[in-house]
């Protein structure tokens, strides 16, 4: 298969594009981050794309990748939300990075045959995980909320970033944790877990 890999590590981009010439595998595409992949020429088969990038987030470009290839997703977050959100925005495989020295080439092989891959590992996790709502079940207003307390501010600082009231903001952050079902400890992951804090400041 012709694959393109989007990971910021010069050493595991080395790595795996020696696994994968060595496999038969063509690599046809080499990218530290998602922008540069996305305004490329290359259309590989598959991209092999790790989520932690500089500048636009892996799950951030995930759906513009996936429009124009199959996405392989590789990284180093196992917990249950990154898994369930990556294939919500168009993967068809994720692979924890642990194990892609053993099950690299099993996921190309289920992609190429058309199949979605997800290690058995994180398979079991997932088969007890209940998504929570992600950001589309709020307001342009509370999501800029959430983000900013999310970033460490304080409610009074992102009122006045926002040019509201802090009432108004509060207001704003109830409503977004009722929605959410989420308390006030858990925005920062939740936030992160979402993608949230790679979108811009409001």
Do not use: C
């Amino acid at each position: 298969m012709r694959v393109a890999l989007i990971e910021d590590h010069a050493v595991v981009r080395t790595g795996l594009r020696l696994l994968l010439e060595a496999s038969g595998h063509e690599v046809v595409g080499d990218f530290s981050r998602a922008e540069d992949a996305l305004a490329s020429s290359v259309r590989p088969d598959v991209y092999v794309l790790d989520l932690n990038l500089p500048g636009v987030g892996g799950l951030e470009a995930l759906p513009r990748l996936a429009r124009r290839a199959r996405v392989l997703v590789l990284s180093m977050h196992e917990e249950p939300a990154y898994v369930s959100e990556s294939f919500k925005r168009g993967a068809r495989g994720f692979l924890s990075k642990r194990a892609a020295d053993v099950a690299l080439l099993d996921a190309l092989s289920a992609l190429e045959r058309g199949e979605r891959y997800l290690h058995p590992e994180l398979a079991a996790r997932l088969a007890g995980y209940v998504a929570e709502p992600g950001p589309e079940v709020l307001s342009r207003r509370e999501r800029a909320v959430v983000a900013g307390l999310a970033r460490g501010l304080e409610l009074k600082e992102v009122a006045a970033a926002l040019g509201i009231s802090p009432k108004t903001a509060a207001t704003y952050k109830a409503r977004a944790l009722a929605k959410l079902g989420l308390k006030r400890s858990e925005i920062a992951r939740w936030a992160r877990e979402h993608g949230l804090l790679q979108d811009p400041t409001p």
